[in-house]
Antibody, heavy 118, light 110 residues
Framework: EVQLLESGGGLVQPGGSLRLSCAAS????????MHWVRQAPGRGLEWVSG????????QYADSVKGRFIISRDNSKNTLYLQMNTLRAEDTAVYYC???????????WGQGTLVTVSS | NFLLTQPHSVSASPGKTVTISCTRS????????VQWYQQRPGSVPTIVIY?????PSGVPDRFSGSIDSSSNSASLTISGLKTEDEADYYC?????????FGGGTRLTVL
């Protein structure tokens, strides 16, 4: 059974940093690209970032480019998102998601809430 | 980059059929697959249609997807509506290393 478990969310002040983790199990982690998708309170889904399976090529939404860094440790089956220079508009539930066929997200974690506020 | 535009909300009665549209702002909808996700209140999104018109195992055949090149849009059709179908629905596509979600459509089953 595929499981994705996010952690690391919490309350942080504007300008601060936070690192999210996503522990994966139930599939061969290093065979799949992984992504982060977020959802602000009461709002829709927004793609944030993705990373390929083995070459670790990264992609970012314009809204986070230069501030967030996605990475993975295939030896630990874990995905990360380093979030720097956080803004109030980064407040959201952050989901990690497994990418299938380079096209769609077939499994999602339960999400971790990040709140940016003073 | 492109946008995917969905109606904010739709509603229909149990047993009826509803269609949710998703219009791509630039580039051809036929060039990249479109997916649909269902998100019930308080729950994680789950995929109901992938690669334009394919249903994952476990998704009832009441759910179907299609694309229309003439309107540059994709559609999700749900027939035989049930109260359990009440949820937010999001379309999603991608292009040149960017994955895009539509703004979401709230389906109310009256």
């Amino acid at each position: 059974e595929v499981q994705l478990l996010e952690s690391g969310g919490g309350l942080v002040q504007p300008g601060g940093s936070l690192r999210l983790s996503c522990a994966a199990s139930g599939f061969t982690f290093n065979n799949f690209a992984m992504h982060w998708v977020r959802q602000a309170p009461g709002r829709g889904l927004e793609w944030v970032s993705g990373i390929t399976a083995t070459t670790s090529t990264t992609q970012y939404a314009d809204s986070v480019k230069g501030r967030f860094i996605i990475s993975r440790d295939n030896s630990k089956n874990t995905l990360y998102l380093q979030m720097n220079t956080l803004r109030a508009e980064d407040t959201a539930v952050y989901y990690c998601a497994k990418l299938r066929a380079l096209v769609y997200f077939d499994y999602w974690g339960q999400g971790t809430l990040v709140t940016v506020s003073s | 980059n492109f946008l995917l535009t969905q109606p904010h909300s739709v509603s229909a009665s149990p047993g009826k059929t509803v269609t949710i549209s998703c219009t791509r702002s630039s580039g051809s909808v036929g060039n990249n697959y479109v997916q649909w996700y269902q998100q019930r209140p308080g729950s994680v999104p789950t995929i109901v249609i992938y690669e334009d018109d394919r249903r994952p195992s476990g998704v009832p055949d009441r759910f179907s997807g299609s694309i229309d090149s003439s309107s540059n849009s994709a559609s999700l059709t749900i027939s035989g509506l049930k109260t359990e179908d009440e949820a937010d629905y999001y379309c999603q596509s991608y292009d040149t290393s960017v994955w895009v979600f539509g703004g979401g459509t709230r389906l109310t089953v009256l």
